[in-house]
Nanobody, 120 residues
Framework: QAQLVESGGGSVQAGDSLRLSCVAS????????????MGWYRQAPGKEREVVAR????????SYADAVQGRFTITRPNTKLTTYTRMTSLQPEDTAMYYC?????????WGQGTQVPVSS
């Protein structure tokens, strides 16, 4: 069974930093880890889900939403089944539920989400 588990969220104040983690498990992911991009999306109350950051299967190529460029850094260790996003200079507008995403073989896999409330 394919599963994505996020961790690392929590309440912070403006200017603080957090590191989110996402671990992929299951035969589907372990079989195709060489071809598996990973990413983070977020959804704030009353808003649509939006992409935050993405990293390709190699761990080399990354992309970021304009709103987080320069503040967030997505990485992927050699294990390929884990991704981290370091979030710095967090602002109240970053408050959202953050979801890990893996698009693989025509299917979008999602984690359960981790909450990040940022107070001013």
């Amino acid at each position: 069974q394919a599963q994505l588990v996020e961790s690392g969220g929590g309440s912070v104040q403006a200017g603080d930093s957090l590191r989110l983690s996402c671990v992929a498990s299951g035969r589907t992911f372990s079989t195709f880890d060489y071809d598996m991009d990973m990413g983070w999306y977020r959804q704030a109350p009353g808003k649509e889900r939006e992409v935050v950051a993405r990293i390709d299967w190699s761990g080399v190529n990354t992309s970021y939403a304009d709103a987080v460029q320069g503040r967030f850094t997505i990485t992927r260790p050699n294990t390929k089944l884990t991704t981290y996003t370091r979030m710095t200079s967090l602002q109240p507008e970053d408050t959202a539920m953050y979801y890990c995403n893996v698009p693989l073989r025509g299917v979008d896999y999602w984690g359960q989400g981790t909450q990040v409330p940022v107070s001013s």
